[in-house]
């Protein structure tokens, strides 16, 4: 039941926890929320996983954020997300939703 980002370069990340107070999913399933912060560390340490530990920030209820969803996702129920917690990947130059489900 929690909101994890890998997009390190976001704002609202904080030690792959979204800080943003709502989120919204775009069509596409994007992250329309990302806001680009050049002072932040790009580094992702999850991909040496096994060799050290990556620093999370507490997990964070998904019941206190709204999440907007525009996608075609079995998780969509009348325009908001209904998961129990969602996860955002650093793919390429946009935070898609991993937790998508296609109806």
């Known amino acids: 039941m ?3 980002c890998r997009k390190l370069s976001c ?3 904080d030690h792959f926890t979204c800080k943003a107070k709502a989120i919204e999913v ?3 399933s994007i992250c329309k929320n990302y806001v680009l912060d050049l002072t932040k560390p790009k580094e ?3 991909k040496n996983l096994f060799e050290r530990t990556p620093k ?3 997990m964070r209820d998904s019941k206190t954020i709204t999440i907007k969803c525009n996608a ?3 998780l969509n129920h009348e325009g908001f ?3 129990n917690g969602i ?6 130059a946009k935070p898609y939703c991993l937790t998508f489900l296609e109806k």
């Open 2 to 4: 929690d909101i994890r």
């Open 11 to 13: 704002k609202f990340n």
């Open 87 to 92: 996860t955002l990947n650093d793919y390429r």
């Open 44 to 46: 992702d340490t999850t």
């Open 26 to 28: 775009s069509k596409t």
């Open 72 to 74: 075609k996702c079995l």
């Open 56 to 58: 999370y920030s507490p």
């Open 81 to 83: 997300c209904v998961a």
